[in-house]
């Protein structure tokens, strides 16, 4: 395994697994997001034999990127950190889909999680519009409360969990939305707002404080900062968390054709 | 070519008139993951093989610039 340098050095990498024909790849990096990720130091390449992987380190664990030959059989992978493969596909698996399933099942990869995008137009969106009492802006002093809480709910693999720095400009930003019981973050919303969509970053309520509507609350208070701007509000959720596919779907959120498999390692 | 690439866009993002726009990328209208599912229908649908390099957004930011860069696909194949 190295360390990609450049974006020169990633280009050349990139041009070669592509005249060895290695034509399957889950990576469509554009160069900034490329740039970003030498300029941090992130990136490494790894050959799999009759293929490619470039190596994403979010510290525990890596977000692996494949080049794989259509008739490759690649090494089954040991690596010194946890892997996650994202997998995107729109809708329906066909043959070049399961092609790509099978050589990354061949490195040792199993599914971890299925993800679906939801997604809502403005007038779709049922109760919006008013803020709920029991929510309101995150504050600094909720920061390790959130990042707990945020870390006790969810994978790293899966979750694209913000480090310290980004939840606490997204705090200072107005994008952090709570419920507190005395001191006690309960429960928490993290979104984004970019180009005209909005969206869940992540909703966590703390498992003592489950059943009394405190997701649903945050949700609308969610669509009340945004529903004069946003052209569409948008997530992912794990398609098999039901309860919350059942509360996006009664908030006005539909499934689109997106989606995403997680294989983990 | 114009008419199959349109169908093929409009199966992936319908909610998109993308004739009007000029900015598809810049303007943060398609996504990462619609690049993805774009340059895959296009490599499949047109028979060529889209680089890394060629995932510039000055190349998906209008129908215009998808058709230009699928045409110099071809004539390199």
Redesign the interface.
Known sequence: MWKIESLAQ??QL??RA?QQGF?LT??????A?VQKKVEDGTLYGLEVGSGLLLLDDNGGFYRCYYYLSPQGKPDRLTLDKNAVIEF?F?GKMGE?QRQQVSLIDRMGFRLGRESG?MSAAPTALIGHGQAQERCSGAQSRDAEGIMALLTGCFNPMYAFLPDRKALSDAIDQGRVLVVREGDRVAAALVSGF????ATVNQVAVDPDYRRRGYAGALMRTYHSLYVGRAA?FRHWVDINNVPAVNMYLGLGYTFSL?R?NEYIM | MREQLLALLDEIRPDVEFEKETKLIDDGILDSFDIISIVQEMNDTFGVRIKANELQPDNFNTVDAMIELIEKLKRRA
């Not at chain 1, 889950?26 to 160069?31: G, I, Q, R, T, Y």
């Not at chain 1, 970019?194 to 969509?197: A, D, N, P, T």
Request: aromatic residues 12%; contains cysteine.
């Open positions: 990633y280009n990139i041009d592509e034509a889950n990576c469509f990096f554009l160069p997001a995107p729109n070049r995008m970019e180009k005209r969509i569409s997106r995403a």
